[in-house]
């Protein structure tokens, strides 16, 4: 069976860091296409990042040169490094993997097979 697990969730001041973790099981990491979503309230759910199985990574603009995804083959685990932390980064952020198009690093959700439970993110002013 495939499982997510994300943690390192919480709550920081604006400016502030964390690091998103995601510990996968059930399958080999490094054969799939791994990522990281966020939904907001009342918002749709949004491709972050993602890092491929090349190593190739993408990120949504609202993150570029804030965030960045890393993944360690060795201990099947994904993580998310976020600094500079803005309330608008506020919601409760996914882990995702997929086989089917482990090349890709398209951030759209409907394409991604399996899901973590989702960690929350609270930055306040």
């Known amino acids: 069976q495939v499982t997510l697990a994300e943690s390192g969730g919480g709550s920081v001041q604006a400016g502030g860091s964390l690091r998103l973790s995601c510990a996968a099981s059930?399958?080999?990491?490094?054969?799939?296409?791994m990522g990281w979503f966020r939904q907001a309230p009342r918002k749709e759910r949004e491709g972050v990042a993602a890092?491929?199985?090349?190593?190739?990574?993408s990120y949504v603009d609202s993150v570029k040169g804030r965030f960045t995804i890393s993944r360690d083959n060795a201990k099947n685990t994904l993580y998310l490094q976020m600094n500079s932390l803005r309330p608008e980064d506020t919601a409760v952020y996914y882990c995702?993997?997929?086989?089917?198009?482990?090349?890709?690093?398209?951030?759209?959700?409907?394409?991604?097979?399996?899901w973590g439970q989702g960690t929350q993110v609270t930055v306040s002013s």
């Open positions: 995702a993997a997929d086989q089917q198009w482990p090349t890709s690093t398209i951030l759209a959700a409907g394409t991604w097979t399996y």
């Open positions: 059930g399958y080999r990491a490094s054969t799939y296409r």
């Open positions: 890092v491929n199985s090349e190593g190739r990574t």
